[in-house]
């Protein structure tokens, strides 16, 4: 009988080492459904770029920044210059950078780190 | 070298003493239990699993848009498509896609945008100017790819022609010529009755307005005006139309045609920055989605100013 228990609890605490490590490195649980807001922040960055590029297209800035409410972030303004910094210091696709800029710009927010990235709008405004 | 005695070994005399025969039931006892290190190494993996999966999971850091609640998928396709509108790149634009593609959809990814373009087209998202112009951009992309779906048939085919802004065109004066000389009649000496005639007053037509178009401009001359128009068929002003403005805690009306120098269908209201404005035609149209009074940058001076917006009511029918 002895000899049984020592066996069982020798399997037991090699068994629960490999589910633990099946649970939490091989097999992790995989979230489906999660909220934009959860998003990694590389494709949070993208999606930024998305919208500012889309933007760059039908000028609809009060449609670009409810586009970015699904992030999560309270202050858009500042995020969008944040991401926009950011690309500036890691040296990222200068075209993103540019489109992320003038972006800034349209929110009043533009920094003398994305000065030398601003483009001239020679784009006719609407009225 | 040592030497081995050559001594035979007595022959066992005893049963006892005769070693016992190898079958299953005289096996060499095992330092362990087969049986019990099996059973705690399955209780031990269940355990382990439980605790993994349901008590402590791993803390999700870094989610994936595949994984993206089907909303905040949308929203991120349409992103995908408003951003290949602006820069053409479809390989671009198949990446990313490939990134939100879950296992369980189809490996189309173009067929996906028409899917989703049609929940979203079939939804209230079609109701503001921005949710119209990203369906279209999406079905501007699965059309160019030659895929096909139902906001094709939901979104009539004019609305795929972009309304960007409506040219009004201000009415030119005429001056009324003079009046010319008639000769008087000469009065008769005899007064003749006439029938009389009863004009009965007829209440105006009321007809419902649909809000055809908002454009945002920023002009920082005119920074944070709503500029209404109401027109009726053939872009002709319709005056004395009844405009209602809402905000947080307040509303306005007014009436086209105060501006005659803008028209005669015409109207505005002058917003405070930071605030939201929904307009409507009281009772004749639904209202708007809210007009934000953001800050903007005039494109064409570099000055700040606030967003301005020109809204357009059309006839029904």
Not at chain 2, 123 to 138: F, H, P
């Amino acid at each position: 009988m002895i000899r049984f228990v020592v066996s069982l609890a020798v399997g037991l605490l090699l068994g629960l080492g490999v589910g633990l490590y099946l649970g939490w490195v091989q097999f992790p649980k995989e979230y489906i459904n999660s909220p934009a807001r959860d998003l990694a922040q590389e494709y949070k960055n993208e999606y930024t770029v998305m919208i500012a590029t889309g933007w760059q297209a039908d000028r609809d800035l009060p449609g670009a920044v409810e586009r970015l409410r699904v992030l999560g972030v309270e202050n858009i303004p500042q995020y969008v210059q944040g991401v926009t910094e950011r690309y500036i210091t890691t040296s990222r696709d200068v075209r993103d950078i540019r489109v992320l800029v003038a972006f800034s710009e349209a929110l009043d927010r533009l920094t003398p780190i994305m000065e030398p990235y601003r483009q001239l709008n020679i784009t006719g405004s609407s009225s | 070298m040592s030497r081995r005695s050559r001594t035979p070994r007595p022959p066992a005399t005893l049963p006892e003493e005769m070693p016992p025969p190898r079958s299953r039931y005289h096996r060499p006892r095992r330092p362990f239990s087969l049986w019990g290190a099996a059973i705690g190494l399955i209780l031990g993996i269940s355990v382990g699993l439980v605790y993994t999966w349901t008590v402590n999971p791993v803390i999700e850091v870094s989610t994936e848009p595949w994984q993206l609640q089907p909303e905040d998928r949308a929203q991120y396709m349409v992103g995908i498509t408003l951003a290949f509108a602006a820069d053409s790149d479809l390989n671009r634009a198949v990446d990313r896609l490939l990134s939100l593609q879950a296992e369980w959809e189809t490996n189309d990814p173009f067929q996906n945008v028409a899917n989703t373009a049609c929940r979203l087209a079939s939804t209230g998202y079609v109701d503001s100017n921005s949710g119209l112009r990203a369906i279209r951009s999406m079905m501007t992309f699965y059309q160019l790819q030659g895929r096909t779906g139902c906001a094709d048939t939901l979104l009539p085919a004019s609305d795929l022609q972009p309304t960007a802004i409506v040219q009004v065109e201000l009415p030119t004066p005429t001056l009324l010529p003079p009046a010319t000389k008639t000769p008087t009649p000469a009065s008769s000496p005899n007064a003749t009755t006439t029938q009389r005639v009863l004009v009965v007053p007829t209440s105006v037509p009321q007809r419902s307005f649909v809000l055809a178009d908002i454009a945002t401009f920023c002009n920082a001359r005119i920074s944070g005006m709503i500029e209404v128009f109401v027109q009726d068929f053939g872009s002709i002003g319709l005056p004395g139309q009844p405009v209602r403005v809402r905000w947080d805690g307040g509303e306005s009306r007014f009436f086209t045609g105060l501006k005659p120098e803008r028209g005669p269908g015409y109207a505005d209201f002058q917003m405070e920055e930071g605030r939201g404005y929904i307009v409507e035609m009281p009772g004749r149209s639904d209202p708007s989605q809210p007009l934000t009074a953001g800050p903007c940058t005039d494109p064409n001076t570099g000055a700040a100013g606030v967003t301005s917006y020109r809204v357009f009511f059309l006839p029904a029918s």
